[in-house]
Structures are given as C-alpha cells and as structure tokens.
C-alpha cells in the first residue's frame, strides 16, 4: 500500500512543497511556515523517512532517498538557506540543520551506516559532507555571528569506518 503524506504550507503564504510516490512504508513529511519557503522530497525503495521543517523566508529544502531504512532530516529557520541531503543505500542518517540566512548545507551518502550532522548558525555558513562506503561519520558545527563573518566546511569520506569532526567559530 502506498502512502503519501503532505503538510502544505497555506497558499497565502506562497510555500510550496512536493512529495514523490512512496514505496513501500516510505513516510515524508513537510511543514512551512513564512513565505516563500520550497521543499521537495524523494524516495524510492522501503522504510524511509524524510521531513523538512521550514521557518522564515525563501528558504528551499530537499531530500532525494533511495535504498531502505534512510533517514533525513532537514530544518531551516531564517532567509534564503539552501539544505539538500541525498541518500542511496541502506541505514543512513542525515541530519541538516540551519539558523540565520545564506547558509548552504549539503549531505550525501552512498552506503550502508553512514551518519552525518550539519549545524550552523548565523550568515552565508557553507557545508559539505560527501560519504561513500560503510559506517562513516562526520559532524560538521559551524558558528558566525553576523555580519562579516563566515565559514567554509567539506567532508569527504570514501571507504569504512572513517569518522570526521570540524568546529569552527567566530564570535
């Protein structure tokens, strides 16, 4: 049996949010509030989980899944940030989470057991973490208390059992 659930921002807002069929138990869920807010989620395969939470304005989120038992997790609060998590295999577990305005977050997997965390806060934070393989982990917090300051992060992880940590601050 299929399932599809949407929670639409309202129309007056001018959010809008796009869900692809499920497989089989797949479960996606949106929630908007502001304007201008854009969500999209994907999944192919079973058992997956997917959720955007959005607050503020002209903020895009997505989430592309395909495999089993992924795991993604997407908020946003503030203006114009960008998050996007792309998950292929088994077992994997994305969380994106973004504060504050220009920030960019970007997680992909390839694999079975890979974890990634991304978290920051403030203005035009950029973060990448790219996995392929098996049982990696990296976790990316970044800090910048507008205005002037940003920071830049990227993850690459290829093979097993890697694990990545990266803190950066400014204040």
Same mark, same amino acid.
């Given at each position: 049996m299929k399932r599809i659930f949407v929670?639409?921002?309202s129309l007056a807002l001018l959010g809008t949010a796009a869900v692809a069929p499920a497989s089989a138990g797949n479960y996606a869920t949106v929630n =908007?509030? !502001?304007t201008w807010n854009n969500a999209a989620i994907a999944q192919q395969g079973f058992s997956n989980l997917g959720a955007i939470y959005q607050q503020g304005a002209v903020n895009h989120g997505q989430i592309q899944q395909q495999g089993g038992y992924n795991q993604g997790y997407v908020q946003q609060h503030g203006a114009v940030n960008y998050g996007s998590i792309t998950q292929q295999g088994?077992?994997?577990t994305g969380i994106l989470n =973004?504060? !504050?305005t220009f920030n960019n977050g970007q997680i992909t997997q390839y694999g079975f057991y890979n974890a990634a965390?991304?978290?920051q806060y403030g203005c035009a934070n950029t973060a990448s973490v790219n996995q392929a393989g098996n049982?990696?982990?990296a976790a990316v917090i970044q800090l910048?208390?507008?205005p002037g300051g940003s920071n830049n992060a990227a993850?690459?992880?290829n093979g097993a059992n890697n694990t990545a940590v990266i803190i950066q601050g400014q204040f």
């Open positions: 929670a639409l921002g =908007q509030y !502001g088994w077992y994997n =973004q504060v !504050g965390g991304v978290f049982g990696n982990v910048s208390p507008c993850v690459y992880q």
